[in-house]
Nanobody, 125 residues
């Protein structure tokens, strides 16, 4: 089992940047594929980005490609989401998630086994 704690959310103006972090504890971090999901008010939780066990493969929602970058540091048991050129439509609670499955593509939330409590990102226009 793994415990996940997100940080780094906040209020930012459109065009600005934020970096989210997700610290993991428990079972060996490097055995998990990691993902970031988000949920805006009144909407379903959606996939944002994912990264494979070793970090060699990454996947992104089309609307964030070229703006967001997912990365991981297995020595620190942490996964990051660098978000640049933020837009008001990026406003949501962002969740970190983990799965023991290898990921080969964009996946629905149901694939992930463990979740953090989320961090709020608000982008003002």
């Amino acid at each position: 089992q793994v415990q996940l704690v997100e940080s780094g959310g906040g209020l930012v103006q459109a065009g600005g940047s934020l970096r989210l972090s997700c610290a993991a504890s428990g079972r060996t971090f490097s055995t998990y594929s990691m993902g970031w999901f988000r949920q805006a008010p009144g909407k379903e939780r959606e996939f944002v980005a994912a990264i494979s066990w070793g970090g060699g493969n990454t996947y992104y929602k089309d609307s964030v490609k070229g703006r967001f970058t997912i990365s991981r540091d297995n020595t620190k048991s942490t996964v990051y989401l660098q978000m640049n050129s933020l837009k008001p439509e990026d406003t949501a609670v962002y969740y970190c998630a983990a799965t023991l499955s290898q990921l080969y593509a964009i996946v629905p939330p149901s694939v992930m086994n463990y979740w953090g409590k989320g961090t709020l990102v608000t982008v003002s226009s």
